[in-house]
């Protein structure tokens, strides 16, 4: 297992504190540079990405980051897109039913990606808005680095 001991309900409550009273496209741009700040400060090696409203509205390749995580990132969207949940839970969810997301889903490994590293954008009393995505890091520490940045975003 490579989501650590996250559960499904777990990850459900960090999401539910994760919700943004508003999140426009300024705030998008301010989320994607808050991260970048923090990921310079600590030199990781990621590309970031913040969608808001289906539109790509940042995006860093970081020194160090690979082309990869350009693929991986598109691949977590996806997922983010259709299950409105971040990739890690969707992840954990499969890995809970002793089960794996692409065999049970039959959805192609090329496009999809269940792991640790992509966040929906949810506004209270309004849904999904957006998405937020890391790529560069083992799963749990992309996941780690998303929450974080999403805490300091709603926090100021």
Known sequence: MTTGDYTTEQLA????????????????????????????????????????LGRIVFRAALPG?????????????????????????????YEERSSE???????SRAEYAAAGGGMPVIVTGVGVVGGFYASGLPEVEDHQFLVACLRDLKEH
């Open 65 to 93: 980051s690979l082309p990869d995580s350009d693929d991986w990132i598109a691949r977590k969207r996806r997922v983010v897109e259709r299950y409105h949940r971040s990739t890690l839970a969707t992840k954990v969810k």
């Open 13 to 52: 409550a960090e999401l539910d504190s994760l919700h943004l009273a508003s999140f426009s496209t300024a705030e998008a741009v301010a989320l994607g540079l808050l991260a970048t700040d923090r990921a310079i400060e600590k030199s990781l090696p990621i590309v970031i990405e913040v969608v808001h």
């Open 101 to 107: 997301f692409h065999e049970s889903t039959g959805l």
